[in-house]
Nanobody
Framework: QVRLVESGGGLVQAGGSLRLSCAASGIIFSIRTMGWYRQAPGKQRELVAAITSGGTTNYADAVKGRFTISRDNAKNTVYLQMNSLKPEDTAVYYC?????????WGQGTQVTVSS
């Protein structure tokens, strides 16, 4: 059974930083492309960053230059370093494989950026 547990969210002022973590179990983590997704109120869930098993990364235009995705295969964990946060980054953040599987979604972690 696959389990993805996100953590690290919180309330931060605009311009601040947060580091999210996602611990994976029940999945052969090292071979998977992993992604961070987010869903803001009233909006669809969107992919913000992804990282391949080899470490190649890609980012949504809205976060490029501000967010950095990384992974530690020994710890089955993927991270999202978020800098220069903006109020429009406010959302629940989730991790999943990329492309996602519906049955892999965890509870997510709330990120709230105040202006």
């Amino acid at each position: 059974q696959v389990r993805l547990v996100e953590s690290g969210g919180g309330l931060v002022q605009a311009g601040g930083s947060l580091r999210l973590s996602c611990a994976a179990s029940g999945i052969i983590f090292s071979i998977r492309t992993m992604g961070w997704y987010r869903q803001a109120p009233g909006k669809q869930r969107e992919l913000v960053a992804a990282i391949t098993s080899g470490g190649t990364t890609n980012y949504a235009d809205a976060v490029k230059g501000r967010f950095t995705i990384s992974r530690d295969n020994a710890k089955n964990t993927v991270y999202l370093q978020m800098n220069s946060l903006k109020p429009e980054d406010t959302a629940v953040y989730y991790c999943n494989k990329e492309p996602y599987r519906r049955d892999y979604w965890g509870q997510g972690t709330q990120v709230t950026v105040s202006s």
